[in-house]
């Protein structure tokens, strides 16, 4: 099956810890993206990645880091310096050529304890 | 202004009626727009895009353009309960990745 797939679903951070999201695509799409959803609020843009070995940052950039060493994975890493990290992540990929048709994966929601 | 304006709703409508679903934008120069469903607590999926003004139909779903007022809409005939959702208008402006999603229209469909 095709699709992309984020893990885990669920995820707990103590205080300054760092954690990874995973995320996986299997589409064959050039471009991955990072978004973060609070309740009553839009998506918002964390980083993006048109091709391997290149991202770009997003709207909110600060207290993430991203990696594209591989076209198939961009894994999220949410640091200590994100101060208000609880939220929804979600991942999406899309093919090249100027459209975005994007592709959601599950979701990771994430919950500071 | 936010770049893309929604109604957060809810929009209660009876079971079989038409929901009519809007979006406002405000770049001129944006080229692609999008209708995503979201239930709760759960991921977005792509229902509708829309490159070109007019209206574009798919089964029960229509998407409706007009660039030149700045507005996207979506109508959903014979509306089902299983319609009941959030209701994320994107729009895509500028580069290829900058893709901006409005906070969502809650639709509640009545029985």
């Known amino acids: 099956d095709g699709g992309i797939t984020q893990s885990p679903k669920y995820l707990f951070r103590k205080e300054g810890q760092n954690v990874t999201l995973s995320c996986e695509q299997n589409l064959n799409h050039d471009a991955m993206y990072w978004y973060r959803q609070d309740p009553g609020q839009g998506l918002r843009l964390i980083y993006y990645?048109?091709?391997?070995?290149?991202?770009q940052k997003g709207d909110i950039a600060e207290g993430y880091s991203v990696s594209r060493e591989k076209k198939e994975s961009f894994p999220l890493t949410v640091t200590s310096a994100q101060k208000n990290p609880t939220a929804f992540y979600l991942c999406?990929?899309?093919?090249?050529?100027?459209?975005?048709?994007?592709?959601f994966g599950q979701g990771t929601r994430l919950t500071v304890v | 202004q936010k770049e893309v304006e929604q109604n957060s709703g809810p929009l209660s409508v009876p079971e079989g009626a038409i929901a009519s679903l809007n979006c406002t934008y405000s770049?001129?120069?944006?080229?692609?727009f999008f209708w995503y469903r979201q239930y709760s607590g759960k991921s977005p999926e792509l229902i509708m895009s829309i490159y070109s003004n007019g209206d574009k139909e798919d089964g029960r779903f229509t998407a409706q353009l007009n660039k030149a007022s700045q507005y996207v809409s979506l109508l959903i005939r014979d509306s089902q309960p299983s319609d009941s959702a959030t209701y994320l208008c994107?729009?895509?402006?500028?580069?290829?990745?900058?893709?901006?999603f409005g906070t969502g229209t809650k639709l509640q469909v009545i029985p």
């Open positions: 770049d001129r120069g944006s080229q692609s």
């Open positions: 994107a729009v895509r402006s500028g580069g290829y990745q900058k893709v901006t």
């Open positions: 990645s048109q091709i391997v070995n290149d991202f």
């Open positions: 999406t990929s899309s093919p090249s050529g100027g459209y975005f048709e994007a592709f």
